[in-house]
């Protein structure tokens, strides 16, 4: 079913869903990427509050595991299967699977919600220096173009923009620079536009925004090696954690690693936190990497 584009910077609204049938979901507008399928945050954010359309108030989201089948098409419908896997005395857990009109199956994935319970905290610090204000960092349009045009080899990373999303990159001449990446990439990010007061809306827009530059710790590491040749990258899996509720429309901070990559796919890992430095979510994405020529 052909749907419309949409006015990205309405998170809100291009994660909505209309019911179509019992546990039954379709998207309502498409968000395309540079290779021209769907941006994969949106079919997280789609998948996810899918999941938690008929789950019980007062459980809120703690996870979601999720596969990329096949590239979705932003100009049709994903039409969204829900099932239910748990519903017990504190979890409720729900099975999500996305199909395209021409059924293509696109995504596959699970969610989890729980009720709160009083328990032990703890969680790693965050990376950010004290002090630091994400106002004050370097947006895209602020780096070097010379540092940006070695990005675009990365499967046109420097090109994508994202008015939904506000994003900064602190030290960019250091972080985004070949002979100085490391493994390890840390910026900020929010939505650009403040969203309702709704648990559940912040958490699927959150998955929307999970997909941003998460796995840069991985491929920027082999900028210095490709010479000209480029890399194709598409994700594969990906895992979300919240470990407290999360409001996507204040600063969150992003310090992600790659512990390891071979045989065409890398896995990177997050650690998010907000300006307070709790720990909100953590995040894991396996993605394709290999050479494109």
């Known amino acids: 079913?052909?749907?419309?584009p949409w006015n990205e910077l309405d998170i809100p609204e291009l994660l909505a869903l209309d019911a179509v049938g019992p546990g039954r979901w379709r998207t309502r507008?498409?968000?395309a990427n540079l290779n021209g399928r769907s941006y994969g945050g949106q079919l997280l954010g789609q998948a996810l509050m899918a999941g938690l359309m008929d789950v019980p108030a007062q459980r809120e989201p703690t996870m979601m595991q999720f596969l990329f089948l096949q590239g979705?098409?932003?100009?049709?419908?994903v039409e969204l299967q829900v099932t239910e896997l748990q519903e017990g005395k504190r979890f409720s857990s729900r099975h999500v699977r996305g199909h395209q009109d021409n059924g293509r199956l696109v995504l596959d994935a699970q969610v989890t919600c729980a009720v709160p319970m009083d328990s032990p905290t703890h969680g790693k610090p965050s990376a950010a220096p004290p002090g630091e204000c994400p106002e004050d960092l370097a947006t895209l349009d602020d780096v070097d173009p010379a540092?940006?045009?070695?990005?675009?080899?990365?499967?046109?990373y420097s090109e994508d923009r994202k008015p939904s999303i506000e994003f900064r990159i602190p030290d960019p001449g250091r972080q985004l620079a070949p002979q100085?990446?490391?493994?390890?990439f840390r910026f900020w990010m929010r939505a650009a536009q403040a969203l309702p007061d709704d648990a559940r809306a912040h958490a699927a827009a959150f998955?929307?925004?999970?997909d941003w530059w998460l796995n840069f710790s991985s491929l920027g590491l082999h900028l210095r090696d490709?010479?000209?040749r480029r890399l194709y990258i598409s994700s594969l899996n990906h895992a979300i954690w919240l470990h407290r509720?999360?409001?996507?429309?204040?600063w969150l901070h992003v310090d992600c690693t790659s512990p390891a990559g071979a045989s065409g796919h890398s896995l990177s890992m997050g650690t998010v936190h907000d300006q307070q430095g709790r720990v909100l979510a953590t995040l894991t994405q396996d993605c394709l990497m290999a050479y494109a020529d």
């Open 180 to 184: 100085t990446m490391d493994g390890r």
């Open 72 to 77: 979705a098409m932003p100009q049709d419908s």
């Open 226 to 228: 490709l010479g000209e």
């Open 245 to 250: 509720s999360v409001r996507v429309d204040q």
């Open 1 to 4: 079913m052909p749907i419309s």
């Open 147 to 156: 540092l940006m045009r070695g990005i675009r080899r990365l499967g046109g």
């Open 29 to 31: 507008h498409g968000d």
């Open 207 to 210: 998955a929307y925004l999970s």
